[in-house]
């Protein structure tokens, strides 16, 4: 008998509603999930949706600003290079056809090496790789909606991946 490990592919939503008890505790996850092992992981959260809109997307830019890059083995490293040059740069190229096709880059974005700096892209179109398939890097891709939650909840499953989600909300119990 052999052992075997088996890779998924997965680009996890995250929506973030108005009532989020805890906004600070949100950012710290979204950022770790988000980042954690340079994001090659295949849980690793790739969209987000804010109902705190503008709040969230301040917070979490500020986040990104802070993270340090550098050797994972160090205690004060926060992300680390990715597993190859030709990797990081598949990343780059992603992410700049996102650019193009009207994605704002919000933070972060450039390779050095096998390195890419943590990122943030806004509004990427849906019809972009970067949104529909798994980017496996650091980039998190953030939207905002329009408080219909029903509705961000229909867009955050409207991938072929599906082995993670996240609502960070207050409890309600009008929501289902």
């Known amino acids: 008998m052999s052992k075997v490990v088996l890779e998924l592919g997965g680009n996890a939503p995250c929506i973030v509603e108005d009532l989020v008890p805890d906004l600070e505790g949100t950012i710290a996850r979204l950022v770790h999930g988000g980042f954690y092992q340079s994001s090659q992981s295949c849980i690793h959260m790739q969209h987000v949706r804010g109902g705190v809109y503008k709040e969230v997307k301040d917070t979490l830019i500020t986040a990104v ?17 990715m597993i190859s040059e030709s990797s990081a740069a598949t990343v780059e190229k992603s992410v700049n056809k996102a ?21 943030i892209l806004e509004d990427a179109p849906f019809d972009m790789d970067a949104r529909k398939e798994e980017i496996f890097g650091p980039v998190i891709l953030f939207y905002s909606y329009n408080g219909d939650f029903k509705e961000a909840v229909k867009e955050a499953n409207n991938t072929h991946y599906g082995l993670q989600a996240g609502v960070f909300m207050h409890t309600r119990t009008t929501q289902q």
């Not at 600003?65 to 290079?81: A, E």
């Not at 193009?100 to 880059?105: I, S, T």
């Open 65 to 81: 600003k802070k993270l340090k890059g550098g050797d994972p083995r160090q205690d004060d490293t926060s992300i680390g290079p």
């Open 99 to 119: 650019v193009r096709a009207a994605a704002k880059l919000l933070v972060g974005g450039k390779q050095r090496g096998a390195f890419m700096e943590p990122m």
